[in-house]
Nanobody, 123 residues
Framework: VQLQASGGGLVQAGGSLRLSCVISGRKFTSNRGMGWFLGWFRQAPGKEREFVGFITWSGGTPSYANSVKGRFAISRDSRKNTVYLQMNSLTPADTAVYYC????????????WGHGTLVTVSS
């Protein structure tokens, strides 16, 4: 399984950005992704990686970290094998490298990771 994140960039505080993560690989597509969990994480400079949120590929209600709840939204497009992270009301504290990740059974272990995409929020 491969994940390719994109959409990062420079945005002013208060602005919005949408990240995309395309998932590929026979292990994912062979069963149309059923049972898979897709997550977003981020790592700010000098800090540890932190959980942002996740969605089940079957379309369940997304779950979010408190730090982004109400501002970020995760969705997926099964036709495009893509999961999105819509980020609104961005602040400089949201500056980080954002990663998408996947696991196939909802376990605590995120087994597949994409390369990150950098989001920089200027004040």
């Amino acid at each position: 399984v491969q994940l390719q994140a994109s959409g990062g960039g420079l945005v002013q505080a208060g602005g919005s950005l949408r990240l995309s993560c395309v998932i590929s690989g026979r292990k994912f597509t062979s069963n149309r992704g059923m049972g898979w969990f897709l997550g977003w994480f981020r790592q700010a400079p000098g800090k540890e990686r932190e959980f942002v949120g996740f969605i089940t590929w079957s379309g369940g209600t997304p779950s979010y970290a408190n730090s982004v709840k109400g501002r970020f939204a995760i969705s997926r497009d099964s036709r495009k094998n893509t999961v999105y992270l819509q980020m609104n009301s961005l602040t400089p504290a949201d500056t980080a490298v954002y990663y998408c990740a996947a696991n196939e059974d909802g376990s605590a272990s995120w087994d597949y990771w994409g390369h990150g995409t950098l989001v920089t929020v200027s004040s």
